[in-house]
T-cell receptor
Framework: TQLLEQSPQFLSIQEGENLTVYCNSSSVFSSLQWYRQEPGEGPVLLVTVVTGGEVKKLKRLTFQFGDARKDSSLHITAAQPGDTGLYLCAGRRGSQGNLIFGKGTKLSVKP | GAVVSQHPSWVICKSGTSVKIECRSLDFQATTMFWYRQFPKQSLMLMATSNEGSKATYEQGVEKDKFLINHASLTLSTLTVTSAHPEDSSFYIC???????????????FGPGTRLTVL
């Protein structure tokens, strides 16, 4: 059973389009993180959200943590080819709990 | 930010040999290190967690005698894949959490990964 469900698994869009990636769970997380990973490299942290309903913006990326801290979304506005990569959400239960990763969303932005 | 390095970045070995992968925290003390495995087009799967000076805690299904983890210092952890077989070919990523100059890092910082190919 996958604790964190990410959707969609794959997304191929044209430059300039908007997109949203979802991360859902039936479990409550103390914090949730979004990472971006490029082929052959380790994941790079984009953002951490800790408060239910929290919204964080990172340039064209908007992250939202669900009110109940069970789900999160990542919205990219006007996607660019440089946004191409694997986007991973990871939740932590408890302050010292291990990170639990979703399966990831592979995004391809075509010029 | 805190930096984690891995060495080697890639390794090719023959079936039956052992391979050691190093993970170092460059500018902070890593009290806890995590080892993940990632198969192609899949997410990161946690293999084990190690606290400095203690034995590693392995996730269910991970053979502790096959994947030897040593975390003898606050800046270095090693993963040794013993008697490697082609099915062990994967991308191995370490991650670390710790402190620096009195500041505690609750975040995990990831290394760049090591691509292991077993022929």
């Amino acid at each position: 059973t996958q604790l964190l469900e990410q959707s969609p698994q794959f997304l191929s869009i044209q430059e300039g389009e908007n997109l949203t990636v979802y991360c859902n769970s039936s479990s409550v997380f103390s914090s949730l993180q979004w990472y971006r990973q490029e082929p052959g490299e380790g994941p790079v942290l984009l953002v951490t959200v800790v408060t239910g309903g929290e919204v964080k913006k990172l340039k064209r990326l908007t992250f939202q943590f669900g009110d109940a801290r069970k789900d999160s979304s990542l919205h990219i506005t006007a996607a660019q080819p440089g946004d191409t990569g694997l986007y991973l959400c990871a939740g932590r239960r408890g302050s010292q709990g291990n990170l639990i990763f979703g399966k990831g969303t592979k995004l391809s932005v075509k010029p | 930010g805190a930096v984690v390095s891995q060495h080697p970045s890639w390794v090719i070995c023959k079936s039956g040999t052992s391979v050691k992968i190093e993970c170092r925290s460059l500018d902070f003390q890593a009290t806890t290190m995590f080892w993940y495995r990632q198969f192609p087009k899949q997410s990161l799967m946690l293999m084990a967690t190690s606290n400095e000076g203690s034995k590693a805690t392995y996730e269910q299904g991970v053979e502790k005698d096959k994947f030897l983890i040593n975390h003898a210092s606050l800046t270095l952890s090693t993963l040794t894949v013993t008697s490697a077989h082609p099915e062990d070919s994967s991308f191995y990523i370490c991650s670390a959490r710790g402190f620096s100059s009195g500041q505690s890092y609750n975040e995990q910082f990831f290394g760049p990964g090591t691509r292991l190919t077993v022929l």
